[in-house]
């Protein structure tokens, strides 16, 4: 999981869960914005638009306005995600010191996405003197901008605070790696994924996040000793990942029978289908592989569309109708407007 849909995922969940507790009434525009947030598509627009009218409207202007930070995230408005969650600071009580330490982890992921490093760092601090909740959370993320200001020294301290709080969070550890890897120091990255491989567990889980960790580590040998474990158990995590690791070694009739597997135990799925189109790329085989997004796309369900919708790009970019790919790109940007590669893509396809 990339770091940023990693705290989008952790934003998005904390703030439902501070939403309930704080029993907001039934049927105001805040709770119709929270359910937009929580719809499988993650419809930031509406979720937008029904918090602006919570602000409006003066319902409780803390949850109001933090709820309107958020679908700003969502649609990677960060600036204007950053005045909501001030705003939503001057806005909440004192007497409930958990919802003022939630809003600041909210900010300075904001401020890191700008690039606001310094303030991050600020922000981080403010929760890690409060000592409330989120600290982990908080040393993680002042550890970054720690990393992109350029003290490593500082950036590790924090970095191991996070998982000495955390030692079995897997994620945690890839995050930190993934911070690394943008700033060209994947060795030092890689000692965290070495240190996951530390972490002791035989549940089916355990073994899929070990294969993970080997995929990351380019080790893929590793990677199958771990996954086979559970993908003979069936496991539909860890054979999505052996797919992808049979494909990594340009093993494309394993990968392919690996996901025909998964369609015949588990029925039609997006990411079954996602599996095929990647095999039929890698093949050279395009029109196939917009056959196998199709199928997928046509499927109820909201899980795993997106890396279809991505790839469906990649087809049309491949067999050179960059005009299409563009359009596709266009409203890709549109709908996932936080993810960077569809930006980097959509960026390159307007020069064709």
């Known amino acids: 999981m990339k770091k940023w849909k990693w705290l989008m995922m952790l934003t998005v969940s904390s703030m439902l869960l501070g939403g309930c507790a704080m029993g907001g009434a039934s049927g105001t525009k805040t709770t119709q914005g929270i359910a937009a947030l929580d719809d499988g598509d993650l419809n930031y627009a509406q979720a937008q638009q029904l918090f602006e009218e919570a602000v409006q409207e003066d319902e409780e202007q803390m949850l109001a306005w933090r709820g309107l930070g958020l679908a700003d995230m969502g649609l990677a408005q960060y600036e204007e995600a950053e005045t909501a969650f001030q705003n939503a600071l001057d806005e909440a009580d004192e007497k409930m010191p958990e919802n003022t330490q939630d809003l600041k982890l909210y900010l300075a992921a904001v401020e890191y996405r700008l690039a606001e490093y310094e303030k991050t760092i600020d922000t981080c601090t403010e929760i890690l003197d409060a000592q409330e909740k989120g600290v982990a959370d908080a040393y993680y993320l002042r550890g970054a901008a720690q990393l992109h200001e350029g003290n490593q020294e500082d950036a590790k301290a924090d970095f191991?605070?996070?998982?000495?709080?955390?030692?079995?969070?897997?994620?945690?550890?890839?995050?930190?790696?993934?911070?690394?890897?943008?700033m060209n120091l994947s060795a030092v990255g890689g000692e965290y994924l070495q240190s996951a491989l530390a972490i002791e567990g035989t549940e089916q889980e355990d073994y899929y996040n070990r294969g993970r960790i080997y995929f990351y580590l380019g080790d893929y040998d590793k990677a199958q000793s771990e996954l086979i474990k559970v993908v003979e158990q069936k496991y539909e995590p860890a054979m999505t990942l052996m797919g992808r690791v049979y494909l990594a070694q340009e093993d494309y009739d394993h990968a392919e029978a690996v996901y025909e597997t998964m369609q015949s135990e588990f029925g039609e799925s997006a990411a079954g289908y996602n599996g095929m189109a990647l095999c039929a790329l890698a093949r050279g085989e395009y029109d196939t592989a917009l056959e196998e997004i199709g199928k997928g796309l046509a499927l109820d369900g909201t899980d795993d569309r997106q890396e279809l919708y991505f790839n469906e790009i990649v087809a049309y970019e491949r067999k050179l109708d960059f005009e299409t790919a563009k359009a596709k790109a266009e409203a890709y940007v549109e709908k996932y407007p936080s993810d960077e590669a569809g930006q980097k893509e959509w960026t390159f396809l307007k020069t064709r």
Do not use: G, H
């Open 160 to 182: 191991d605070s996070a998982v000495n709080l955390m030692p079995d969070d897997y994620d945690l550890y890839l995050n930190i790696y993934e911070t690394y890897r943008e």
